[in-house]
């Protein structure tokens, strides 16, 4: 069983949709990072959370860090939103533990 | 600033040739990482460094030697290239723990 499990692997929602994402983790954790990654393209950091609640935009994270849960939730989505979304967590060492991520695909 | 620069973006190698992967970081941070990304699965950690002249072994660390003479370059090494390395390869920094981690454009390997 992986460290960190995300689900759902792959999610397809019509453009307007709110969409949600979870992320699961195994082990003490001092923060969590979600992450985007277009097709092709390079990782960039959405938000880095270890308590509560963050919002950017459309985009809301939060975490429960007694039940080891984070969602990212995307409102109103588009199809720009259409990417790979990968939650990542930040362990008692110097690493970082990786889920496989979600690839969201939004349509028209 | 620049922030995580790998070069380069795509390559080819044939089986047994060697290269080195560039990664530079212009945000003066300490730890440094290599991760590379199969299909289908989560990104791996080949190796990292908590500062200049330190560097420790990740998961996936065969096939690969890494060091770090200055705090801004962390140049990865593949010395015999083989099929099973064709992936992408991410370089990461951050300034320490519990710090935003900022990745590289990522580097396309193909070994054939």
């Known amino acids: 069983k992986n460290e960190v499990e995300q689900s759902p692997q792959n999610l397809t929602a019509q453009e307007g949709e709110f969409i949600t994402i979870n992320c699961s983790y195994s082990?003490?954790?001092?923060?969590l990072h979600w992450l985007q990654q277009h097709p092709g393209g390079g990782i960039v950091s959405l938000f880095m959370?270890?308590?509560g609640k963050k919002k950017h935009g459309r985009l809301i994270a939060t975490i429960n860090i007694q039940e080891k849960h984070s969602s990212l939730h995307i409102t109103a989505s588009h199809p720009r939103d259409s990417a790979v979304y990968i939650c990542?967590?930040?362990?008692?060492?110097?690493?970082?533990?990786f889920g496989t991520g979600t690839r969201l695909q939004v349509t028209l | 600033n620049a922030g995580v620069t790998q070069t380069p973006k795509f390559r080819i190698l044939k089986i047994g040739q060697s290269m080195t992967l560039q990664c530079t970081q212009d945000?003066?941070?300490?730890?440094m990482y290599w991760y590379r990304q199969d299909p289908g699965m989560g990104l791996k950690l080949i190796y990292y460094?908590?500062?200049?002249?330190?560097?420790d072994k990740g998961e996936v660390p065969n096939g690969y030697n890494v060091s770090r003479s200055t705090t801004e370059d962390f140049p990865l090494r593949l010395e015999l290239a083989a099929p099973s390395q064709t992936s992408v390869y991410f370089c990461?920094?951050?300034?320490?723990?519990?710090?935003?981690?900022?990745f590289g454009q990522g580097t396309r390997l193909t070994v054939v």
């Open positions: 460094s908590v500062g200049a002249g330190i560097t």
């Open positions: 959370l270890s308590s």
């Open positions: 990542a967590v930040y362990g008692t060492a110097s690493k970082l533990t």
């Open positions: 945000m003066n941070h300490n730890y």
């Open positions: 990461a920094s951050r300034e320490g723990l519990n710090t935003e981690a900022f």
């Open positions: 082990v003490g954790i001092s923060a």
